[in-house]
């Protein structure tokens, strides 16, 4: 599987943007995917997640500011992103799980500034 992000750029506080990740490849076999990111000397962290059934699960930071969906005529998964705030700013990477193997995307930069 091969994982195709976009979206990203640079928002002002309060602003909203959306990420795109395309999958190709394999794609029966993907058990959940999604989004991490990194923020500048910070550790990668999960952001929001989407089972191939639809369930959904989320950072903490980001509940209630971000959904995350699936296309399924595209086989992708968008990250919508809302109310965001500088703390958001971070490299954003497209995440398959796919029996028992992690698989990245190249990350996409995020920046939330005035």
């Known amino acids: 599987v091969q994982l195709q992000a976009s979206g990203g750029g640079l928002v002002q506080p309060g602003g909203s943007l959306r990420l795109s990740c395309a999958a190709s490849?394999?794609?029966?076999?993907?058990?959940?995917m999604g989004w991490y990111r990194q923020g500048p000397g910070e550790q990668r962290e999960p952001v929001a997640l989407?089972?191939?059934?639809?369930?959904?699960i989320y950072g903490d930071s980001v509940k209630g500011r971000f959904s995350i969906s699936r296309d399924d005529a595209k086989n992708s998964v968008l990250l919508q992103m809302n109310r965001l705030k500088p703390e958001d700013t971070a490299v954003y990477y497209c995440?398959?799980?796919?029996?028992?193997?992690?698989?990245w995307g190249q990350g996409t930069q995020v920046t939330v500034s005035s």
């Open positions: 995440y398959a799980y796919i029996s028992g193997v992690a698989v």
């Open positions: 490849g394999s794609i029966f076999s993907i058990n959940f």
């Open positions: 989407i089972s191939n059934t639809g369930s959904t």
